[in-house]
């Protein structure tokens, strides 16, 4: 088993809140997704492992049993063309838990008439493959998100 945990600070919310439907209907795999702190931050890696693919508005991390976690930041975001995220890490970086991937500022998102919701996605996952998803509540970046049985 491996746990995940959050890359942001904010309240979960659950894949189905988000306004996505490929993420709500979980499409790309199952999870859940945050609605972040209006204020600038820095999304941190979920697990510890090497970023196999690396945009501003989405990361992805892969753990030593081969788990890729998905971090999207916001909803639509990639129409920004990274204006407003700022890299802190690069593909093929090997991070650690908790250490910061992406800069970014959930409110400008917002200002800018998209989603600042993050979903946070176990790729290539059946949807039996998790335990003790959050899907409410309060959440600090680092609190465990979910558990990869």
Do not use: Y
């Amino acid at each position: 088993m491996s746990s995940v945990s959050s890359p942001l600070a904010g309240r979960a919310i659950g894949l189905a809140a988000v306004p996505d439907p490929v993420f709500a209907g979980a499409m790309v795999g199952p999870g859940t997704a945050i609605d972040p702190l209006r204020e600038p931050g820095a999304a941190v890696a979920p697990v510890d492992g090497t970023i196999v693919s690396m945009h501003p508005h989405a990361f992805v991390v892969i753990d030593e049993e081969g788990h890729g976690v998905l971090t999207h930041l916001g909803i639509d975001t990639v129409q920004l063309n990274g204006e407003g995220f700022e890299l802190l890490a690069a593909k093929g970086d090997t991070v650690k838990r908790g250490q910061p991937v992406v800069r970014w500022n959930p409110a400008a998102v917002e200002a800018a008439g998209k989603s600042p919701i993050c979903p946070v996605v176990a790729l290539e996952a059946a949807a039996d493959a998790l335990s003790d998803v959050r899907e409410e509540g309060e959440l600090g970046a680092g609190d465990p998100l979910f558990t990869w049985k």
